[in-house]
């Protein structure tokens, strides 16, 4: 186990060189410079005029930056801000990277854990129905829906529930902006809460329709492949119960991959959260990455990607030692 | 009568007699079975058609006229010819597709079931609900929303198809030469798949594009670069299965080239999993493109495409229910159809239904 492990976390290494290296490579692609960049956002501000100091303020910026070194220098510079989570400043509103992300990331986890709760709340009793009855009347109906839900793309859907659900020329029942009433924070909690939860309905339904109907789906093929197994035969013939069967026998190991893929499903939501938040004008993480990528915001765009780079890698991490740990059959080469 | 059924059994069982089904016939045998998985390949047939004949569905120019007793093909000849000769004059609305009397008598013209350009405009039309002359409405610049529709199709299917082409191209080379030489190749590439799943891909794509020239072209390949970890890891495991099974040994022993090993021996046993990756991986790049353009980051305008309609709805939210149903409508029936065709292949060519 410990070789193992140590295997693992060795591998580690080269994939944080990869990801550091990915993420200079986009600082690098960007047409001109950040600097450049920089001084269009300051000539918008009609500072433009004398040239001499349009070149100093290029000459600041790109050693700020670092971009008047060589290029392996440059990277190594960024390498070292990476370890020491030191993204520098917006090019926006000049304020920490750090305190952007800060600011905006608990209510994009607050969305995306209730989104996650919600599927797998749902879907794994729904696989197991699947599994246990298969190929019945419900079994049926439920894989054709869940298998058309999952192909349902969720812009779509956001746009449609907007427009059915959120006033216009029909229905008038979801608030379709923001997380909050206006002048909600002053509220007692008795009244915020519930206010707030309304104004999350559409948001997390667009986030959960999808990895609901992916899991079940998976749980059921999961499942069925586990109760064909000779064990749970074993299991049935020596006369335990059916429920003891499947939910002590069966389910420990035919849920396994589904509980590990809890670790890759957080950093994948926030894929979708770039779209739905900014939809639905939440100001989480993925509205920032939105906003950042339209403004060309370097230092917020490089930062959010190396952030969950590095959360993905520590949750694909954790999954494979939570399977190494929960199956045994995982060898140690 | 049991006696002679019990010998023909026995005779198709002789060597030489009837060859067993081959894997093809045998995939495709259970493959047609499944309804849903053939009707999503008709549909997949179809939207290719459509995609393909889109100039002669949706035009602003007959198919045949004959005008002042000549006969001309103005879609094939759109520049030289009938540069000066506006057809929109002579466009009925309502007496489609067959138009007859304008000109001298006999003069007729055949016009595409759409007789709408997809970027011809028409302020006064604009936002027009579903009418007899505009089936799917206008946008806000009074285009016709079922020609863009048509039109659109070519965006999503080509995207779809050259991406995944070249999300096939690397991920199978990758994924081969993982899989074949092992050690030290196999770690570098199984490291770059590793970084490849853990940074946001959707993000990265939207950065890139929003980076680059707006184009098509932009859109394929990244697509396509981001895309090729799941068919590497698919070849790559089925590599390191048949890296011993007897056949690969033997064309080894014989002093077989690793080129001739990798690609005349093993891929073609290789393919079946690639094939069904490659259909899911259509289903994606064509969610994945209208992701963009209906964030704003899709092909430049006017080029019409499903995400882009869908895009214009929002700020038309609270009425204009066509610009939302029917584009949206397209991308889910056709991201159905491949998803089902991708399902169907999977289980026709599971191993257990060959035992």
Same mark, same amino acid.
């Given at each position: 186990?410990?070789?193992?492990?140590?295997?693992?976390?060795?591998?580690?290494?080269?994939?944080?060189?990869?990801?550091?290296?990915?993420?200079?490579?986009?600082?690098?692609?960007?047409?001109?410079?950040?600097?450049?960049?920089?001084?269009?956002?300051?000539?918008?501000?009609?500072?433009?005029?004398?040239?001499?100091?349009?070149?100093?303020?290029?000459?600041?910026?790109?050693?700020?930056?670092?971009?008047?070194?060589?290029?392996?220098?440059?990277?190594?510079?960024?390498?070292?801000?990476?370890?020491?989570?030191?993204?520098?400043?917006?090019?926006?509103?000049?304020?920490?990277?750090?305190?952007?992300?800060?600011?905006?990331?608990?209510?994009?986890?607050?969305?995306?854990?209730?989104?996650?709760?919600?599927?797998?709340?749902?879907?794994?009793?729904?696989?197991?129905?699947?599994?246990?009855?298969?190929?019945?009347?419900?079994?049926?109906?439920?894989?054709?829906?869940?298998?058309?839900?999952?192909?349902?793309?969720?812009?779509?859907?956001?746009?449609?529930?907007?427009?059915?659900?959120?006033?216009?020329?029909?229905?008038?029942?979801?608030?379709?902006?923001?997380?909050?009433?206006?002048?909600?924070?002053?509220?007692?909690?008795?009244?915020?809460?519930?206010?707030?939860?309304?104004?999350?309905?559409?948001?997390?339904?667009?986030?959960?329709?999808?990895?609901?109907?992916?899991?079940?789906?998976?749980?059921?093929?999961?499942?069925?492949?586990?109760?064909?197994?000779?064990?749970?035969?074993?299991?049935?013939?020596?006369?335990?119960?059916?429920?003891?069967?499947?939910?002590?026998?069966?389910?420990?190991?035919?849920?396994?991959?589904?509980?590990?893929?809890?670790?890759?499903?957080?950093?994948?939501?926030?894929?979708?959260?770039?779209?739905?938040?900014?939809?639905?004008?939440?100001?989480?993480?993925?509205?920032?990455?939105?906003?950042?990528?339209?403004?060309?915001?370097?230092?917020?765009?490089?930062?959010?990607?190396?952030?969950?780079?590095?959360?993905?890698?520590?949750?694909?991490?954790?999954?494979?030692?939570?399977?190494?740990?929960?199956?045994?059959?995982?060898?140690?080469? | 009568?049991?006696?002679?059924?019990?010998?023909?059994?026995?005779?198709?069982?002789?060597?030489?007699?009837?060859?067993?089904?081959?894997?093809?016939?045998?995939?495709?045998?259970?493959?047609?079975?499944? /309804?849903?998985? *053939? =009707?999503? #390949?008709?549909?997949?047939?179809? !939207?290719?058609?459509? @995609?393909?004949? $889109?100039?002669?569905?949706?035009?602003? /120019?007959?198919? *045949? =006229?004959? #005008?002042?007793?000549?006969?001309? !093909?103005?879609?094939? @000849?759109?520049? $030289?010819?009938?540069?000066?000769?506006?057809?929109?004059?002579?466009?009925?609305?309502?007496?489609?597709?067959?138009?007859?009397?304008?000109?001298?008598?006999?003069?007729?013209?055949?016009?595409?079931?759409?007789?709408?350009?997809?970027?011809?405009?028409?302020?006064?039309?604009?936002?027009?609900?579903?009418?007899?002359?505009?089936?799917?409405?206008?946008?806000?610049?009074?285009?016709?929303?079922?020609?863009?529709?048509?039109?659109?199709?070519?965006?999503?299917?080509?995207?779809?198809?050259?991406?995944?082409?070249?999300?096939?191209?690397?991920?199978?080379?990758?994924?081969?030469?993982?899989?074949?030489?092992?050690?030290?190749?196999?770690?570098?590439?199984?490291?770059?798949?590793?970084?490849?799943?853990?940074?946001?891909?959707?993000?990265?794509?939207?950065?890139?594009?929003?980076?680059?020239?707006?184009?098509?072209?932009?859109?394929?390949?990244?697509?396509?670069?981001?895309?090729?970890?799941?068919?590497?890891?698919?070849?790559?495991?089925?590599?390191?299965?048949?890296?011993?099974?007897?056949?690969?040994?033997?064309?080894?022993?014989?002093?077989?080239?690793?080129?001739?090993?990798?690609?005349?021996?093993?891929?073609?046993?290789?393919?079946?999993?690639?094939?069904?990756?490659?259909?899911?991986?259509?289903?994606?790049?064509?969610?994945?493109?209208?992701?963009?353009?209906?964030?704003?980051?899709?092909?430049?305008?006017?080029?019409?495409?499903?995400?882009?309609?869908?895009?214009?709805?929002?700020?038309?939210?609270?009425?204009?229910?066509?610009?939302?149903?029917?584009?949206?409508?397209?991308?889910?029936?056709?991201?159905?159809?491949?998803?089902?065709?991708?399902?169907?292949?999977?289980?026709?060519?599971?191993?257990?239904?060959?035992?």
């Amino acid at each position: 186990m410990s070789a193992y492990l140590i295997k693992r976390l060795l591998q580690i290494i080269p994939t944080l060189v990869g990801i550091t290296f990915v993420t200079f490579l986009i600082i690098q692609l960007a047409p001109g410079n950040p600097a450049l960049v920089k001084l269009q956002m300051a000539g918008e501000g009609g500072e433009m005029a004398d040239s001499a100091y349009t070149r100093q303020i290029i000459d600041q910026t790109r050693k700020l930056y670092g971009l008047d070194k060589p290029l392996p220098i440059q990277y190594l510079l960024w390498v070292k801000r990476v370890m020491t989570f030191d993204f520098g400043t917006s090019y926006k509103d000049h304020r920490p990277v750090l305190d952007k992300i800060a600011e905006r990331l608990p209510i994009t986890l607050q969305i995306n854990i209730i989104s996650i709760f919600l599927v797998y709340l749902i879907a794994i009793p729904f696989g197991i129905y699947s599994a246990t009855h298969p190929e019945s009347f419900w079994d049926r109906l439920l894989t054709l829906g869940f298998f058309f839900l999952y192909s349902l793309p969720s812009f779509w859907v956001a746009v449609l529930l907007i427009m059915f659900l959120g006033g216009g020329d029909f229905w008038d029942v979801f608030p379709v902006y923001g997380v909050s009433s206006i002048g909600a924070e002053t509220w007692p909690w008795w009244a915020w809460l519930p206010d707030r939860l309304w104004h999350l309905v559409l948001p997390v339904a667009c986030l959960t329709y999808g990895g609901l109907a992916y899991l079940s789906r998976l749980a059921r093929a999961e499942l069925l492949e586990v109760i064909r197994e000779d064990y749970v035969r074993t299991a049935r013939s020596k006369g335990l119960s059916e429920r003891v069967v499947i939910f002590k026998h069966a389910l420990r190991n035919g849920l396994l991959p589904i509980v590990t893929l809890l670790a890759f499903l957080l950093p994948a939501m926030f894929g979708g959260s770039v779209i739905i938040e900014s939809i639905f004008s939440i100001p989480g993480m993925g509205q920032l990455g939105f906003e950042a990528v339209l403004s060309r915001d370097y230092p917020v765009i490089m930062a959010i990607t190396t952030i969950s780079a590095l959360l993905t890698l520590i949750g694909l991490l954790l999954s494979d030692i939570l399977y190494a740990l929960l199956d045994p059959r995982i060898k140690l080469e | 009568m049991n006696v002679t059924d019990a010998s023909q059994t026995d005779s198709r069982q002789s060597p030489g007699a009837i060859p067993p089904p081959s894997y093809r016939t045998m995939v495709w045998h259970h493959f047609r079975k499944n /309804r849903l998985a *053939v =009707a999503g #390949l008709w549909a997949t047939v179809a !939207l290719v058609a459509v @995609a393909l004949l $889109a100039p002669l569905l949706a035009n602003d /120019r007959p198919l *045949v =006229a004959r #005008l002042d007793g000549r006969w001309s !093909l103005p879609l094939l @000849a759109p520049a $030289a010819a009938e540069a000066n000769r506006d057809w929109h004059d002579l466009r009925r609305p309502g007496g489609f597709p067959w138009q007859t009397g304008f000109g001298r008598g006999g003069d007729f013209a055949l016009w595409p079931p759409v007789p709408f350009s997809p970027t011809e405009y028409d302020l006064l039309q604009s936002l027009s609900p579903p009418t007899r002359i505009h089936w799917f409405g206008t946008d806000d610049r009074g285009r016709d929303v079922l020609s863009r529709m048509i039109h659109g199709a070519r965006i999503s299917l080509s995207v779809g198809f050259v991406a995944v082409g070249l999300a096939l191209m690397i991920g199978i080379c990758s994924g081969a030469l993982a899989g074949y030489f092992g050690g030290w190749v196999d770690q570098v590439i199984s490291r770059v798949i590793e970084i490849i799943l853990t940074i946001p891909t959707f993000f990265l794509i939207i950065a890139i594009i929003a980076f680059l020239p707006p184009s098509i072209y932009n859109i394929m390949a990244v697509i396509g670069l981001t895309g090729w970890t799941g068919v590497a890891r698919f070849v790559r495991a089925e590599f390191l299965k048949l890296k011993q099974v007897d056949f690969v040994m033997a064309s080894r022993a014989l002093g077989a080239s690793h080129g001739r090993i990798i690609f005349l021996h093993m891929l073609p046993n290789a393919m079946a999993p690639v094939l069904v990756s490659a259909v899911f991986g259509i289903a994606g790049a064509i969610l994945t493109e209208s992701s963009l353009s209906f964030l704003g980051f899709g092909v430049p305008p006017p080029t019409p495409s499903w995400g882009d309609i869908l895009s214009q709805s929002r700020d038309y939210i609270e009425f204009a229910w066509w610009l939302t149903s029917f584009p949206g409508l397209a991308i889910f029936l056709s991201i159905t159809a491949y998803n089902l065709v991708g399902e169907g292949l999977r289980d026709a060519m599971d191993p257990k239904l060959f035992q």
